[in-house]
Nanobody, 119 residues
Framework: QVQLVESGGGSVQAGGSLRLSCVGS???????????MGWFRQGLGKERERVAR???????EYADSVKGRFTISRDNAKNTLYLQMNSLKPEDTDMYYC??????????WGQGTQVTVSS
């Protein structure tokens, strides 16, 4: 059973930075690198938004709202996904979730980590 565990959330003032991590376990031996990975966010009463995605070949995609501020990366040797968040804004306040997928389908979710940005 695949599990994704996020960490690194917290409270920060506007303009600050946070680095989120997501450790995956339970993947079939040496298949983690074959999955595309992503960070999503959703706050209470808000629509879910895909923040960033990184494919198995390392290519990345970002939501317009975070381009130039957030960087997604992965360390396949550690089964770990990262999201470096710089120049944070109050509107970045949300629960951030790590997801994993393959063959065009998002299969797995983490439990989320809360990010709160104060003005």
């Amino acid at each position: 059973q695949v599990q994704l565990v996020e960490s690194g959330g917290g409270s920060v003032q506007a303009g600050g930075s946070l680095r989120l991590s997501c450790v995956g376990s339970g993947y079939t031996y040496l298949t983690y690198h074959k999955y595309f990975m992503g960070w999503f966010r959703q706050g209470l009463g808000k629509e879910r938004e895909r923040v960033a995605r990184i494919n198995s070949d390392g290519t990345t995609e970002y939501a317009d709202s975070v381009k130039g501020r957030f960087t997604i990366s992965r360390d396949n040797a550690k089964n770990t996904l990262y999201l470096q968040m710089n120049s944070l804004k109050p509107e970045d306040t949300d629960m951030y979730y790590c997801r994993s997928g393959r063959f065009g389908v998002w299969y797995y979710w983490g439990q989320g980590t809360q990010v709160t940005v104060s003005s």
